[in-house]
Nanobody
């Protein structure tokens, strides 16, 4: 199994910055994609940003130019640097990993428990 633990959420004023971290642990053979999703109250979970093991990235239009995703493959950790935060960014942010665990024959999706990000106006 693979466990994902997020950290770095909190309360920030509009225009401020936060950095989220997510460390994957467990019986990991390899991790393909890692990323961040978010779910605001009353809304569906949506993609924020993803990054492949080779470094290719993808961002939601709403965060392009403000958020930066990165990863440390040696540490099985993914980061999300969030700048110029807006009240509309308020949500629970979930870490995601597409990983191959020891004993598995295919990749599975794993999720963190979520971390709250609140941006005040």
């Amino acid at each position: 199994q693979v466990q994902l633990v997020e950290s770095g959420g909190g309360l920030v004023q509009a225009g401020g910055s936060l950095r989220l971290s997510c460390a994957a642990s467990g019986m990991i053979v390899s991790i393909n994609a890692m990323g961040w999703y978010r779910q605001a109250a009353g809304k569906q979970r949506e993609l924020v940003a993803t990054i492949l093991s080779g470094g290719s990235t993808n961002y939601a239009d709403s965060v392009q130019g403000r958020f930066t995703i990165s990863r440390d493959n040696a540490k099985n950790t993914v980061y999300l640097q969030m700048n110029s935060l807006k009240p509309g960014d308020t949500a629970v942010y979930y870490c995601h990993a597409e990983a191959l665990a020891l004993g598995s024959v295919r990749l599975y999706d794993y999720w963190g428990q979520g971390t709250q990000v609140t941006v005040s106006s």
